[in-house]
């Protein structure tokens, strides 16, 4: 397995895989696809994160020519299919998995819960409500440092980016998480997103 694009950017690798533009729902899945083949063969795990990011970024650009809908599902697909290779590196526990397993400590622990420590990915979006619920008391007493906002703040990303007011609403009105991270929810061209204040 050798890293044929070692060194290169996310940009240079979609240049050199010479994929279609991302600016169709059939390209953007096409490309996802060819990035985890590469992920598989040997991309190095920072490489494959900067492009998850990269891909990101074009879905996003699509905002106010996609519906909704087609936004949420790529980003779901993005997630399926790359969210584990992306995940943070194996050194220092994630701050996300410290409070997943505290929220979940008495619980009988399913398949679901297992497969959560390896890849955050695989959470549905209950656990991670669930979870973000465990944070926010913590923040309501709490600081959290800068790299446990990085990890957390993925996760509140996942739930705005579903777009599903019902769960939305819930992390609108977790104080300790508005407080701590300075962010709020807004609609902005018919769309939630979170701002910084």
Known sequence: MTNLYEGYSAEEIFNALGAKPLNTKKNILEYIDQVRKLAKDGLAEEQVKAVYEWIEAQIEAMGNEIKINTMVYLKNELRTKLGKFAAVSKGEENAFVRFYKQTFANQVKTKEYTYALMDLSRLNEASVLETLKTINT???????????????????????????????????????????????????????????V
Do not use: H, W
């Open 138 to 196: 913590y923040c309501l007493r709490n600081k959290l440092s800068a790299k446990e906002k990085e990890d957390i703040m993925p996760m509140i990303k996942r739930i705005v980016d579903t777009q599903n007011l019902r769960l939305v609403n819930q992390v609108r009105s977790m104080e300790g998480i508005r407080k701590n991270f300075r962010i709020k929810i807004v609609e902005v061209n018919k769309r939630l997103v979170i701002q910084n």
